[in-house]
């Protein structure tokens, strides 16, 4: 080998839950005559398992958010804040632009997937989207506080589009956080969702999780889906008008518009192909993980539960390819616990065949999240 080993460059693009990993691991153990690049287009990561107790008033903001300015500092890595605009295979570059390019010898895409608004018509910009989520509180706030005066004569109007667990931790965990912006204002909460039931779990799950939200005054609109979105109100298919003054969209993941720019091989959805060990189908030495990422032979769900469990697999697989050593695959587990924030210091949970609420279930999910948190604090 004649090139300069000093010259190597792995860079990190997008910094979700696997991408973070390895940042993490190189803090701990840099890979010599290498250098690790962090390209992000925001100076926040946000941790997606305590956005509902940030919103339930649970935790305070900064508990879930990871300074990316902080923690590459002390990581020893470069961070880059710009947005990627293409990618050029034959020199291994990341585009920004206007901007100088940057090369690498290692890449890993890991920046996730943005809500589905496939058959949507909106009118102006009358859709709050959960993503990307470190704007999220922000722009949810404001929005709030423009609706001010409208709130201020009634009631407050919120739909919530999308039946899965994010929509479903949505609605149970946004009302405290309406409390604390207007005050005791009335709340109309409706959760509309395409599917005839619930997308959050097993169908004893979504038993439970419909209970609650009766339980709350949710108004659910299931086997309804949306065909147009205007400053005001939600049109469904059924032919139905909800009138809502903020609607928010927690729909399924679609892919990034970017990647269908990279040249890279992607399925149906346009999520980028790849092979067990997380390599993409191109024959260059680049990684999908997480959301943007589907294994061609074993494609998953898009939850982050996967994207966490990545994360050792990239690291190890990262130094084998600087080494030229056989990638090992990654194989997903069939079964993993699902733990939804019902905002009121409980939790209902799934694990396998099993399902189940209470105190408990929030104080294991609160403790699973902090230790997660916990790996990526910059004191001490």
């Known amino acids: 080998m004649t090139n300069n080993v000093m010259e190597r460059e792995v860079v990190l693009w997008g910094m979700g839950h696997t991408n973070l990993h390895v940042a993490r691991m190189w803090r701990q153990s840099p890979i010599p005559g290498a250098?690790?690049?962090?390209?992000?287009?925001?100076?926040?990561?946000?941790?997606?398992?305590?956005?509902?107790?940030?919103?339930?008033?649970?935790?305070?903001?900064?508990?879930?958010?990871?300074?990316?300015?902080?923690?590459?500092n002390a990581a020893g890595v470069r961070l880059i804040l710009g947005d990627v605009t293409g990618l050029d295979l034959a020199r291994?570059?990341?585009?920004?632009?206007?901007?100088?390019?940057?090369?690498?010898?290692?890449?890993?895409?890991?920046?996730?997937?943005?809500?589905?608004?496939?058959?949507?018509?909106?009118?102006?910009?009358?859709?709050?989207?959960?993503?990307?989520?470190?704007?999220?509180?922000?722009r949810l706030r404001q929005r709030l506080l423009d609706l001010r005066p409208t709130a201020a004569g009634g009631a407050l109007r919120v739909a919530v589009v999308g039946g899965g667990a994010a929509g479903v931790e949505i609605s149970f965990c946004v009302p405290p956080f309406v409390k604390r912006?207007?005050?005791?204002?009335?709340?109309?909460?409706?959760?509309?969702?395409?599917?005839?039931?619930?997308?959050?779990?097993?169908?004893?799950?979504?038993?439970?999780?419909?209970?609650?939200?009766?339980?709350?005054?949710?108004?659910?609109?299931?086997?309804?889906?949306?065909?147009?979105?205007?400053?005001?109100?939600?049109?469904?298919?059924?032919?139905?008008?909800?009138?809502?003054?903020?609607?928010?969209?927690?729909?399924?993941?679609?892919?990034?518009?970017?990647?269908?720019?990279l040249g890279?091989?992607?399925d149906d959805r346009g999520f980028l192909l790849t092979r067990p060990t997380l390599q993409t189908l191109a024959d260059a030495p680049i990684f999908a993980v997480g959301d943007c990422g589907t294994i061609q032979e074993s494609p998953t769900p898009k939850a982050g539960v996967y994207a966490v469990r990545q994360g050792p697999i990239l690291w190890e697989n990262v130094v084998r390819m600087l080494d030229g050593r056989p990638l090992r695959p990654y194989r997903p587990q069939t079964n993993f616990l699902r733990l939804m924030n019902t905002g009121d210091g409980q939790a209902i949970g799934e694990n396998r065949a099993?399902?189940?609420?209470?105190?408990?279930?929030?104080?294991?999910?609160?403790?699973?999240?902090?230790?997660?948190?916990?790996?990526?604090?910059?004191?001490?």
């Open 92 to 138: 291994r570059q990341l585009s920004f632009g206007d901007d100088p390019p940057l090369r690498f010898d290692v890449l890993s895409v890991g920046i996730g997937s943005v809500p589905s608004r496939e058959g949507v018509e909106e009118v102006g910009d009358a859709i709050l989207a959960m993503k990307p989520m470190p704007t999220f509180l922000d």
């Open 181 to 261: 912006t207007f005050g005791d204002v009335p709340l109309q909460l409706s959760l509309i969702h395409d599917h005839g039931q619930l997308s959050a779990g097993s169908a004893a799950t979504n038993d439970r999780i419909r209970t609650r939200l009766d339980s709350r005054g949710v108004r659910l609109r299931l086997g309804r889906r949306v065909t147009r979105v205007e400053r005001d109100r939600v049109m469904l298919s059924t032919g139905e008008c909800i009138e809502a003054d903020l609607i928010i969209w927690a729909t399924g993941a679609t892919a990034a518009a970017v990647l269908g720019r």
């Open 35 to 72: 250098r690790l690049t962090c390209v992000s287009n925001l100076p926040v990561s946000t941790y997606s398992g305590m956005l509902p107790g940030v919103l339930a008033g649970q935790y305070p903001r900064e508990r879930m958010e990871i300074d990316l300015r902080r923690f590459c």
């Open 264 to 266: 890279l091989p992607t």
């Open 354 to 380: 099993f399902t189940f609420e209470g105190r408990w279930c929030w104080r294991l999910k609160d403790r699973i999240d902090r230790r997660f948190m916990s790996q990526f604090t910059t004191t001490g």
